[in-house]
């Protein structure tokens, strides 16, 4: 049996496909709403282009963007949900844009703080980051209980959210929470290492 602490196992990280919120730069954390049309089509030429690596295996946030954007990416892989991997809570800003909260103090405050204080009514980034981190670890406990980790070409798909990547890829690969920001449909590749028990994501790369 293969030792997971001596793996370099390949990670994809997708951001789900556009929504019309996200067309109009509005806050969508724990509201559902599925890709629009545009979105899709988006998607499908990128895929046609062979932008997405294949994946072995595949975990995605609970929210509808996120498992219609696997439905269309990977359709022959069964993916597997992770609960805390859900959108943040945006709190008192969902649904509205920069047009929209510029009036706000509350939100001239969150922009003064770089996105470090709460949102109003919502979640801290400290929270987030720490549910965000518990799906990772979530993952990793699937992978090795399921025996993944003996494939030999190992490679594990992750359609999430924007802020789902920036926490973990900050967390695990060192640098600023924004510094990995992408588009929808957009993403990073990555290597996972183990060593003494501490995970590392390595040589990554935006697509």
């Not at 699937?142 to 594990?156: H, I, K, M, T």
Request: a neutral charge.
């Amino acid at each position: 049996m293969r030792n997971r602490a001596e793996n370099q196992v390949k990670l994809v990280f997708i951001r789900h496909g556009a929504t019309k919120s996200n067309k109009e730069h509005r806050y969508l954390g724990r509201t559902e709403e599925g890709l629009w049309e545009a979105g899709k089509r988006e998607l499908l030429q990128a895929k046609k282009e062979e932008r997405y690596p294949q994946v072995t295996q595949l975990f995605i946030s609970p929210m509808k963007r996120c498992l219609e954007t696997a439905q269309i990416l990977y359709p022959e892989i069964a993916p597997i949900i992770i609960p805390e991997w859900a959108e943040m809570d945006f709190g008192a800003f969902e649904g509205k844009n920069y047009m929209e909260l510029q009036k706000d103090r509350r939100y001239q405050a969150w922009i003064d703080s770089n996105g470090t204080l709460p949102f109003p009514e919502g979640e801290s980034r400290e929270a987030f980051t720490l549910r965000c981190d518990g799906g990772f670890r979530r993952m990793l406990a699937y992978l090795s209980e399921s025996g993944a980790w003996n494939q030999r070409s190992l490679v594990v798909g992750m359609i999430v959210h924007g802020g789902t990547i920036m926490s973990l890829l900050s967390q695990y690969s060192g640098g600023d929470y924004f510094d990995y920001q992408v588009a929808n449909g957009g993403g990073y590749l990555g290597v996972f290492k183990e060593r003494g028990g501490a995970p590392a994501i390595v040589d990554v790369e935006k697509f």
